[in-house]
């Protein structure tokens, strides 16, 4: 086919449309590139192509070749370029770090060769019409460095609030799939800002493996715990009262669920609304009060939800013991389960990882994202809210012995 960049735009057209093998979708986005390029260059060089102007700024000077992969295929771009100064077309602004990691658990799974046919018309959606294993190898490479940085960066000053919880994905292992754990820790910093300060991926959501994953943590420098927030999951459980030392508080929303999964449909309703009344209370005075209420009001309807919620005061209650303006965001794990959706959705895309590398590898860099924005963002709670926090009783308990030079390496470069 002719070069569309010395045509007008309608010759161009009418080449495409009368050409015998002519791709329409390829070469009108291709067109449509041409044009952006054009008019972007021309802003810059204060000058379209050969117009001779006083207020020109620079000159035009050829074109450079680039091939990019696009969802309609490879393109050939002609790339304007300049005597002085440079120019670099707005749309090949380089992918995101989760874009760029998305694309690299798919291409690795299809060079490895273990790519379903759903994964191998993403690969062709993608532009990707083939991928050498030194590409991949480039790709991730790159990515990892970067996650690896994240992972094991040191954590300064105290974080007051730590909220945890795990997510299964499928990996692929010698003989099968594997379900596994990917664990994530997200904090709030005493200046007020919150963090993604850890993530993992473990066997399975055992004791064990949360206790190791705590001492990982605290061996980065996590320091200041206040109030721990996780579901109640038993080995997460007992580890943050052996690693950490710290109150518990248990998402009221998985309690809620919980609860309305021990009764009839008819009475879920019921149930929830008789619970919700509990979280509403003014005061911790108050809320024991009513949860009290409620347990004698539920023993003849729900007996097993009276018993329940009974057994739970002091885990559910914990969060009233802070900060009233701080309570709707530690009563539940629910900013920890935005960020996992946001990880389901690539992993919907992916199905099964080839590999753990290369699910933390895409956990990690939207992970990574996220965190920058947070810490560029507003606060999401109040220097002010949080002054108080640390009262003098703290300051004379005594620290936590520091953890020897071997136990950092070994707990932050597993």
């Not at 449309?17 to 390029?37: F, K, P, S």
């Not at 620079?58 to 050939?76: I, K, P």
């Not at 532009?127 to 990892?144: A, N, P, Q, Y």
């Not at 590898?361 to 709670?381: H, I, K, M, P």
Request: hydrophobic share 40%; glycine share 8%.
């Amino acid at each position: 086919m002719a070069d569309l960049s010395s045509m007008n735009v309608s010759e161009a057209a009418g080449k495409m449309l009368t050409g015998e093998h002519a791709d329409v979708l390829r070469e009108a986005v291709r067109l449509m590139l041409i044009e952006i390029m054009e008019g972007e260059v021309a802003e810059l060089a204060g000058g379209e192509r050969y117009e001779r102007s006083a207020e020109r700024l620079a000159q035009r000077n050829g074109y450079r070749q680039r091939q990019w992969d696009t969802r309609v295929g490879s393109l050939e771009l002609a790339i304007p370029r300049l005597r002085s100064g440079s120019y670099f077309p707005s749309f090949l602004e380089p992918r995101r770090r989760s874009e760029q990691a998305l694309v690299a658990v798919v291409a690795e799974a299809y060079v490895n060769g273990v790519s379903t046919r759903k994964v191998e018309r993403l690969v062709a959606q993608l532009g990707i019409e083939s991928m050498s294993r030194s590409t991949v190898s480039r790709l991730c490479r790159v990515l990892d460095e970067q996650v690896q940085i994240f992972r094991c960066r040191p954590l300064e000053g105290r974080y007051p609030y730590l909220w945890l919880d795990a997510k299964v994905e499928r990996v692929r292992e010698t003989g099968g799939v594997r379900h596994k754990a990917l664990v994530v820790a997200y904090a709030v910093h005493e200046s007020g800002c919150r963090e993604v300060i850890g993530i993992d991926v473990g066997e399975a959501e055992t004791e064990a493996f949360w206790r190791e994953f705590l001492r990982g943590l605290l061996a980065r420098g996590l320091d200041g715990v206040l109030l721990a927030v996780s579901d109640a999951h038993e080995g997460l459980k007992k580890a943050i009262a052996q690693v950490l030392g710290c109150p518990w508080q248990r998402c009221t929303v998985h309690f809620l669920r919980d609860m309305q999964g021990h009764v009839h449909r008819s009475q879920q309703q019921m149930v929830a609304a008789a619970v919700r009344q509990v979280f509403a209370a003014e005061n911790g005075a108050e809320a024991r009060t009513r949860l009290a209420a409620v347990v004698a009001s539920l023993e003849t309807a729900a007996p097993k939800v009276a018993l329940l919620l009974e057994a739970s005061e002091e885990e559910l209650l914990a969060f009233m013991s802070f900060p009233r303006e701080h309570w709707p965001k530690l009563r539940s794990t629910n900013p920890l389960e935005r960020l996992n959706k946001e990880i389901a959705r690539r992993s919907d895309v992916v199905g099964i990882y080839p590999n753990d590398a290369s699910l933390i590898r895409l956990a990690g860099a939207l992970l990574l994202e996220q965190n920058d924005e947070w810490l560029v963002g507003r606060r999401y709670l109040s220097g002010e809210s949080l002054a108080g926090l640390y009262g003098a009783q703290q300051a004379d308990e005594p620290k936590r012995p520091a953890p020897s030079a071997r136990e950092v390496v070994l707990l932050t470069t597993r």
